[in-house]
């Protein structure tokens, strides 16, 4: 069984169709990408996944169980995390905090623990707070967890929201361009990182834009073009896919298929 | 000794004042914190005010019982109005939470029970300066517990970005129901307290030029950290006094203050974080030279 | 008797529409919440009554003395206060704080100067005439505050339509950014904003002074709570709005002080704004804006 199923999902804006009767089946254990040309409605996707809007058709089901009318912050403890396209950290916040935010759901002491500081309370903010570190020194950010997060370059802010996406021990972890602005070196890492969490049994399921970087690194690619999925399968299959050639050639600006 | 005895005799009014403004300034602080720009604490401290009186004259309940229930009352209030006010965000929140205290100051100023605008007289005084210092820090060390704490995070978050925080597992809803309401409690405490130490009180204290201090009190001290409001409440209750040789134009002083303020300290009097930065820069000239 | 209620309904509602329409103007263009335009109002009706007791000036003179000094205020907030905060990005808040700074200096300073008591324009200049209808009598001084509060409002309308700087300010509200994309003076136009809206703030400040005749420094706070629900009834920015909801409360709040207690109308008033904001934030006559994901 897949772990997030997308089935027949269509999205209007008034009167604008951005996705028609889509399909997506993201298995566990895996890297999943979906590609296509700027404004195909992949963000949408996303967005229909963690709740912040509602589909207009469809259904989508995380681990078999219907995500309709479930409020987005209830899907993030079911275990969906994700980060933004533009990136939306906590600017004011030290990048301890920021990642510790992701485990406020972890953290169920009550207000009477929280008023006394009670032993509980202070074993669970300080597991809390080694899990943060621990995950800020996956990104290599660890040596700056104090410093307040607009300090950071770009690149090191989208590591800081990968990071923070990971406190939440999530099962699927939904990426939305996370390379882009980032070096070729920055890049590297990532991608490294993104194995180790798949190897770890995560499920991730990215949006990207740079083709080689989703060839070398996905188990299974999906292309939107005009809010329709076109094609699916492996990344070899995708690469020669006419369609998908037609897609990205056609449109003549993003004509990175190698 | 006997001069203490002179200077507390003259000035002790003002002292109590500085601890409840302090207070006040700390509720709206938390209301703040999770971004809610709200104007209903003047409200909420009306709200406190009226119910810890009247149960003091008419019910003859114990002060104790009595600031109880000056907690509770707003709280109630709080959380019926929130659930749909804090649907609203930004100016529209401020307004409607304006809109609500002009609705309770002119109930007040219509209803029986509380006197109309003659308010209430004959209130017993209850309030001691202890009263006041125990709740100031009973409330101030409740507040450093939860800004240190999954809770303060999460208004934190919300402050800065709303979505981002509900994409952490955060329930946005309630955590701002929350912080609106334990401002209201606050607020109310605030009121209860006041009532008990002027023995008269009527609406014309809490309405929007009173929404209007506790936000400018809260604003100039800083909200970056709990010293701020406590700072900003101080100073704007000593001020008026300090400038009395100024006649009518002694307002026209706050006025000018409120716009220096928010022109060239953007954060406050009171800014930890600038503090901080000032305190590495130093250390940073100090170590480099030989 | 409803006729000459309305009449009383009209008069007011057509100088609320005119302080109003201010308020949104400044808020749809600069996306501001100007505190500070109770301030300015008060400001206006003592430059009036001073250019008349002290001047001589007649009426209409004294009219546009208003129009002129409110203005120019309005124009001094915004160059010293408002556009360094512009500059700097400062959120929502930050603006609404600083005018509320200015309306606390500029009330005190009136204070100072002209003390705390009322001042009245001199009973021989006000205009005596009066037409009578049946039962209804329709002073001049009413017919002339409507006839003023019109023009200035049809002016503007008309400016806003027909103009070119009208055109520029209405993609402004619509996105600064862009508008500056098109070459447009974003900075001369939030100064021209600033001003117009105050001298309109200004005249209306004139005409309250006249209808009641009698000048306060405190009178910018009540007024400056009607703006605020006039603009949240028609809408935040809506200048068509400013003006339904100018009448719709002149006429909400002389009836109800006239069939119910005169406090529990304005309680009446704020509490339907109330309703209003939670039912409908983009207003009674605003368009619903759809929210942001
Ligand atoms: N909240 C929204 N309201 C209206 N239109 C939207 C909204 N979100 C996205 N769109 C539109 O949907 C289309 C797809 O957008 P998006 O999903 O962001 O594309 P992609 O991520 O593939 O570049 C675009 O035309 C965009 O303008
Ligand atoms: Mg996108």
Known sequence: MSLLSIRGIGKHFGGLQVLEDVNIEVPGGAIFALIGPNGAGKTTVFNLVTGLIKPSSGSIAFEGRDLAGVPPHQITRLGIARTFQNIRIFPDMTLLENVMVGRHHLLNYGGLALL??????????????????ELLSWVKLDHKADATADNLSYGEQRKLEFARALATEPKLLLLDEPVAGMNPSEKAVLMEEIRNIRDRGYGVFLIEHDMRFVMNLCDRVAVLNFGRIIAEGPPDEIRTHPDVIEAYLGRGDEAEVS | MAAFADFWATYSTLVYSVGIHALLALSLWLTLSCGLLSLANAAFMGIGAYTAALLTLNLHWP??????????????????????????????????????????????????ITGGPEGLNGIPLLTTGWHIVVILAVAGYGLARIRRSRLGRAFEAIREDEVAARLMGINVESHKLAAFTLGAVLAGVAGA???????????????????????????????????????????????????????????????????????????GLWDARRFRQLLKNRRARKGGQP | MLEQQLINALTLGSVYALFALGFTLVFGVLEVINLSHGAVFMVGAYAAITAVTRFHAPLGVAILAALVVSGLLGLTIDALILRRLRARKA???????????????????????????????????????????????????????????????????????????????????????????????????????????AALGGVAGVLIGLNFNAVTPMMGAPILHKGIAVVILGGMGDIRGALFGGLFLGCAEVLSKAYLSSQMGDAVAFGLLFLILLVRPAGLFGRVLERKA
């Open chain 1, 116 to 133: 006394f500081a009670t032993p509980a309370f202070r074993e669970a903010e300080r597991r809390s707070r080694e899990r943060a570190l």
């Open chain 2, 63 to 112: 002060f104790p019982a009595a600031l109880l229930g000056g907690a509770v009352a707003p709280a109630v209030v709080a959380l019926i109005i929130g659930a749909p006010t804090l649907r609203l965000s930004g100016v529209y929140l401020a307004m409607a939470t304006l809109a609500f205290g002009e609705v309770t100051r002119i109930l007040i100023l219509n209803l029986q």
């Open chain 2, 193 to 267: 307290l006041n009532a008990h130490f002027t023995f008269f009180i009527s609406p014309r204290e809490y309405g929007f030029e009173n929404a209007v201090d506790i936000l400018t009190m809260t604003i100039l001290g800083g909200t970056t950290s709990l010293i701020g409001p406590v700072l900003g409440a101080t100073i704007l209750t000593l001020l008026p006094e300090l400038m009395r040789f100024l006649h009518a134009y002694r307002l026209a002083v706050n006025g000018l203050i409120l716009v220096v303020v928010v022109l060239f300290l953007p954060t």
């Open chain 3, 91 to 197: 959120p929502h808040l930050i603006p609404m704080i600083a005018t509320l700074g200015v309306t606390t200096m500029v009330t005190s300073a009136a204070q100072g100067l002209f003390g705390v008591e009322v001042q009245r324009f001199p009973e021989a200049m006000l205009p005596t005439g009066e037409f009578v209808f049946g039962e209804v009598h329709l002073r001049t001084l009413e017919l002339g505050i409507v006839a003023v509060a019109f023009l200035l409002m049809a002016l503007l309308f008309g400016v806003m339509r027909y103009t070119r700087q009208g055109r520029a300010l209405r993609a402004i509200a619509e996105s600064p950014k862009a508008a500056a994309l098109l070459g447009i003076n974003v900075e001369g136009l939030f100064m021209l904003t600033s001003f117009t809206a």
